[in-house]
C-alpha cells in the first residue's frame, strides 16, 4: 500500500509518457501487417487500373449513368483530333477546293455550249425530281453553315462578334442544326430512290474519264458521249448519297444521344460525321460551281427543269438519242420531248 | 425560281415539325438527369460566367472571383 501512495503522485505523468510513446509509434505502425509488408504499397493503384480496364469507372446512383466513368484515355484522343487534325482536314478540303475551282475558273473559264440554241427544250428534271433537289439542297446549306460553326466558330467567329454573340448564334444553329437535318435525311432517301438507276455505271463512263469530260479541253471540241448523267455526275451522285448516309446514321447517334452508343461510341460518330460532312462541303462547292458559274445552261436543268437541245446533245448524247428513240413514233420532227 | 422558293418552304417545313417532334420527344440534360437530391435548376444562363473568353490558356474561366470571408 505505501508503494502505491508513492506511485499515486507521478501516476498522471507516466501515462502521459506512455500515450504520447504511443502516439508516434502507432502511425509507423499502422502501415506494417503483422508480416511486416506495406499493404498500401502492394494494393492497385489507379494507374494500374486504367492500364488493365482501359478505364476509371465507379458506381452511382444519380440518372446520369454515364457521369460513372471518370476516366477514359480515348477521350483526351477524340479532344486531340477535334481540337487539332479536324480543323486542319476540314480547312485543307474547303480551301483547298475553293482554290482548285478558282485556278479551274481562270485557266478555262466559263465552260460553254460550242453550238448555237436549237429553240427546242427538252424536259432534264420532273418537278419531284427538281424539288426533292432543292429541299436537300437548302437543308445542306444550313447544315454545312451550322456544321462548319462547330468546327471554326470559336477559333474565327468568336473573335469577331464577340461570346455572347457568338454563344447566342451557336445555340441557335446547333438547334437548326437538328431540325435541318431530317430534310436531309428525307431528301438523300427519295434522291437515291429517284436517281439511283440512272447513276448505276455504264460503258461510256470510262472514256468519259478519260477525257476529263472535255472540261480540260480549252477549244472546247471534246464533248463525250454521255447518258442521263455522266461519270462526273454519277461521281457526285454516289458521294452525296454514301456520304450522306454516313452523315445520317452518325447524326441519328448524335440526335438521341447515348441511346444507341456510350461514350466512346459518340465520340465515333462525332469523328465520322465531322471528317465526311467537311469533306461532303469540299464535294458540294464544286458541285454548285459546276451547275452554276462553271458550265453555261447547267444551271436550267435544275431550275426550269428544261435544258435547250443543242446542249443536251453536247453533254448527254446518248440519253437525248434514247428519248428521241421513246418519243419518235409520236414526234418523230423532235427526237427529245418538247417542253411545252 | 419557284421551285428553288418551294423547296426552301418545305424543308423549313419538314425543320418546324420536326423541331416539335425532338422537342416532345426530348427533355433538356439538366431536366432528363435531375432528382430529388442533386439538383441544378433550369442554369437560364451561362454557367461558366459572363467574362469567359473560351480561350483555355487565357486563365479567364469564371465571371467572379469567390469573394474573400469576412473576418
Redesign the interface.
Known amino acids: 500500500m505505501q508503494v502505491l501512495k508513492r506511485v499515486r503522485p507521478i501516476g498522471p505523468v507516466l501515462a502521459a509518457v506512455v500515450l504520447a510513446f504511443g502516439l508516434i509509434v502507432a502511425p509507423a505502425g499502422a502501415q506494417e501487417g503483422p508480416s511486416g509488408s506495406n499493404p498500401t504499397a502492394q494494393s492497385v493503384n489507379e494507374q494500374q487500373l486504367l492500364q488493365e480496364l482501359n478505364k476509371i469507372q465507379g458506381r452511382i446512383t444519380i440518372p446520369d449513368a454515364k457521369a460513372a466513368t471518370l476516366e477514359q484515355p480515348r477521350g483526351q484522343d477524340f479532344r486531340s483530333f477535334h481540337e487539332g487534325a479536324l480543323p486542319w482536314i476540314g480547312g485543307v478540303a474547303v480551301l483547298g477546293m475553293l482554290l482548285v475551282l478558282a485556278l479551274f475558273y481562270f485557266i478555262r473559264g466559263r465552260i460553254r455550249t460550242r453550238s448555237q440554241e436549237a429553240g427546242v427544250k427538252v424536259v432534264r428534271f420532273n418537278a419531284l425530281e427538281r424539288l426533292t433537289h432543292w429541299v436537300t439542297a437548302t437543308a445542306f446549306i444550313v447544315l454545312a453553315i451550322t456544321g462548319l460553326n462547330f468546327v471554326f466558330g470559336k477559333r474565327l467567329l468568336m473573335p469577331l462578334i464577340g461570346p455572347d454573340a457568338f454563344s447566342a448564334w451557336s445555340q441557335w444553329a446547333k438547334y437548326a442544326h437538328d431540325f435541318f437535318s431530317w430534310a436531309f435525311m428525307l431528301g438523300i432517301l427519295v434522291m437515291a430512290v429517284l436517281w439511283v438507276w440512272d447513276n448505276l455505271p455504264d460503258r461510256y463512263d470510262g472514256h468519259w474519264l478519260r477525257v476529263g469530260g472535255g472540261f480540260f479541253d480549252t477549244s472546247n471540241r471534246t464533248h463525250p458521249p454521255a447518258a442521263r448523267f455522266n461519270a462526273g455526275q454519277k461521281l457526285i451522285f454516289w458521294s452525296v448519297i454514301i456520304g450522306g448516309i454516313a452523315l445520317s446514321v452518325s447524326g441519328l447517334f448524335m440526335l438521341f444521344p447515348f441511346a444507341y452508343a456510350d461514350v466512346n461510341g459518340m465520340q465515333l460518330a462525332q469523328t465520322i460525321h465531322a471528317v465526311v460532312g467537311v469533306l461532303m462541303v469540299a464535294v458540294i462547292i464544286a458541285h454548285i460551281y459546276i451547275g452554276t458559274f462553271g458550265m453555261e445552261g447547267a444551271y436550267q436543268a435544275m431550275g426550269s427543269g428544261t435544258v435547250d437541245l443543242n446542249w443536251a446533245k453536247e453533254h448527254h448524247s446518248v440519253w437525248v438519242e434514247k428519248q428521241g428513240a421513246k418519243t419518235e413514233p409520236s414526234q418523230p420532227a423532235a427526237p427529245p420531248t418538247p417542253a411545252e | ?1 419557284g ?2 422558293l ?3 418552304v ?3 417545313a ?6 416539335y417532334f ?1 422537342s416532345a420527344e ?1 427533355r433538356p ?1 439538366w431536366e ?4 430529388q437530391s ?1 439538383r441544378v435548376g433550369d442554369p437560364g444562363h ?1 454557367l461558366v460566367g ?1 467574362a ?3 480561350d483555355p490558356g487565357s486563365g479567364t474561366t469564371a465571371a467572379t472571383e469567390p469573394e474573400e470571408p469576412s473576418s
Open positions: 425560281m421551285i428553288v418551294t423547296g426552301i418545305v424543308a423549313i419538314i425543320a418546324i415539325g420536326a423541331g425532338m426530348q440534360s432528363a438527369y435531375s432528382t442533386t451561362n459572363s469567359w473568353t473560351g
